[in-house]
């Protein structure tokens, strides 16, 4: 099972990619291809990999072989003159970055900031956008995930789901190309799991490129376009949900189905 | 089995029985005999015929000693200033991934903690025994920007300012580094990810969250420096202290005039510890409930005689 080398059209592409913590190799070179529009779902048991591969398509993690690209740029290097690749600077680092968006676990929302403050602040001071057309951004994107009124409310006076909202609405005020979900859902309370699921459900259907860590069998059913199952560090089993949630061709797959479901 | 008809319930007797309060006899009488003790000392100083309180009000307001006050204020802002300038940014240095600049700030905190502020002072002031003259140039080149006397740069006050800034920004230092490593590992992710290059991180999302770790001590630090700079008195520095020694040497009013600049320093550090409960407002935004009356909360202690009584 491995991708085509070269896939014009995708947006994510990711090849033989290795990364090894200290003894531990957590990714044994993984290939994927993630085209515009598309949705796909990572399952697997904890510590398979999957968190880690979201953390280098972002470059928050290095691999430590392989490639990766994010729409034609190589993640973390800069193609120069001939056929080297040089590591790029934070400050191209960043850029790269501010096209792909995340949405971590744990939120992660500035608890010194405003939910609106949240979502403004890349757009002021990495988009460099004045404070009118910031705001602006920045208040669609709240009511779009239905926090308009929650504005000028801090972080700890929201809810965990409302915290989670405001974090995608963060994310997408950037206008990335791709966003990344590490397990959105898996710190909330269950009935707060809905309204964050229900959000990205919609974004997926305005054609956002999405690539979504997630144990919600039933999100990936539903919204998956193509769902990958990993399990010690390689992608095992790939294919639509039908193909790998309800057929599933490999026994660990069948064996963490039967654990989940 | 334990028999009901003796339970105390709400009907008849128990309905009619008086709650006495506890009475800590105990409490009381430690209690007055501290008031005692206080009362007493105050009075013995009080009553010293060696000690004329009218100096304290003649002196409190002389023009020798407003200055020394605005020489204090300015050398404590000016020390202060410093040493959190240095501070952070040896902070930053001693977080950083690289090796040499953690070493570097390592060594940096290491020597000027360990150097009492009082020695630093005096070997800032004596500079000029081993550098005659200071000079400011493009080394390995013969080109000369500027050059000075040792002695006219370092007059009391900017060797104050170096020895008491310098000793402090490694104190300073460690206190910025235990803000920054409280801010939860997530947040410079997070701010990763939305493309904030590092300064950006460090400036929008991780330094202020430090800040309401930072604030706190930094009042401790700043009421610290206001008394430290007492010690610059000694290099010939006119602060409060030093007006004080110079009145007295020539009046002989040691006592009164010592405790008319304690006066102004119990005033100063009183002033500062209001605005740092103020300043911990500020950086206190977003974490659990804000207080609708931020006033009173300072305000309250004097009141609480009376709401106590009711």
Redesign the interface.
Known sequence: MSAPLFQPEAIVHVEKVRKRFGHLEVLKGVDLSVKKSEVVCLIGPSGSGKSTLLRCI?N?ERPDSGTLMVAGHYVGFERRSGDSLRECS??VA?????????V?Q?F???????AVQNVE??LR??RRLSKAEALDIAMSQLSRVGLASKAST???HLSGGQQQRV?IA??LA?DPMVVLFDEPTSALDPELVKEVLDVMRDLALTGMTMIVVTHEMAFARDVGDRVLFMDGGVILEEGTAEEVLDRPRNSRTRAFLAHVQ | MVSLSGSPGPSGETATLRKVPRRPYAQWILASALVAITVQFAATILRNPNIDFSVIGRYLFAPEVIDGLRNTLVLTAAAMLVAMVLGVAIAALRTSHNAVYRSLSRIYVWIFRSVPALLMLVIWFNLALVFENLTLGIPGTSLVIGEWQTNDVLTPFIASLLALGLAESAFYSEIVRGGLLGVDSGQREAAKALGMNPFQTFRLVIFPQALRMIVPPTGNEIIGMLKYTSLASIIGFTDLMGTAQQIYSTNLLTIELLLTVCVWYIVCTSVLGLGQYFVERRYGRGYGSSDPRPYWRVLAPAFRFRSNTR
């Open positions: 972002n928050l934070a400050r960043a850029r790269q970055r501010s096209q792909i968006g995340m971590f744990r992660n929302l500035f608890p010194h900031m405003t602040v890349a001071h990495v801090y972080p700890s974090a963060r994310a950037m």
